[in-house]
């Protein structure tokens, strides 16, 4: 097993390449993304227990309770973002030629597998770093962040969430490395 780094680790025998990408961050982005979750849901409750201290015909609890709805979705997103960044894993396998990609919280997840001869364009992606939709999808508030992506089938496929940019550039040698391999066997 080699490691990139101590998030990045990638394990070459058998006849198959695996990748392990921690999502979990810095300590102190840890504490800040835990502390932010945490206000939000107290925030909610705070708002809950106001609407039901207040007279029933009071138009302010229909408000409320519509404020409560867009609060209810982004605690969702929030605490999703959270899991994934404290329990989450991005999995790859390349083996009898195929590439398995999956996101695993607590070891569930959906796995995408794409057959090696498909994939075509494998490299870094080509981003825009002052762009406010980079910015947003490579904060830790959001699952995102990938750096990496191919060609499948006229389809662009995007992974590596979360990785630095030296991390990709070191991994996309040993993705070319173990999908020529793949394709040399069949």
């Not at 708002?47 to 039901?52: E, Q």
């Not at 083996?95 to 607590?106: A, I, P, R």
Request: glycine share 8%; proline share 2%; net charge positive.
């Amino acid at each position: 097993m080699e490691y990139l780094s101590e998030r990045v680790s990638v394990d070459r025998r058998d006849g198959r390449t695996s990748v392990v990408i921690s999502a979990r961050p810095s300590k102190g982005r840890e504490t800040l993304l835990v502390t932010w979750t945490i206000t939000w849901l107290l925030c909610g409750i705070y708002i809950m227990v106001a609407r039901t201290e207040l007279q029933v015909g009071d138009p302010l609890r229909q408000y409320l309770l519509v404020f409560l709805a867009f609060w209810a979705y982004f605690m969702l997103k929030i605490g999703k973002a959270t899991l994934w960044r404290l329990k989450g894993f991005e999995l790859w396998r390349i083996k009898d030629g195929t590439l398995t990609v999956k996101d695993s919280l607590f070891g569930y997840g959906k796995a995408s597998d794409h057959f090696v001869d498909n994939i075509q364009k494998l490299g870094l992606l080509n981003v825009d770093r002052s762009s406010w939709k980079w910015q947003w999808n490579d904060s830790i508030w959001v699952i995102g962040g990938e750096r990496l992506g191919f060609e499948y089938l006229g389809r662009k496929v995007v992974f590596g969430k979360g990785l630095t940019d030296d991390e990709a550039r070191r991994l996309v040698p040993i993705l070319k490395d173990a999908l020529q391999k793949q394709r040399s066997k069949a």
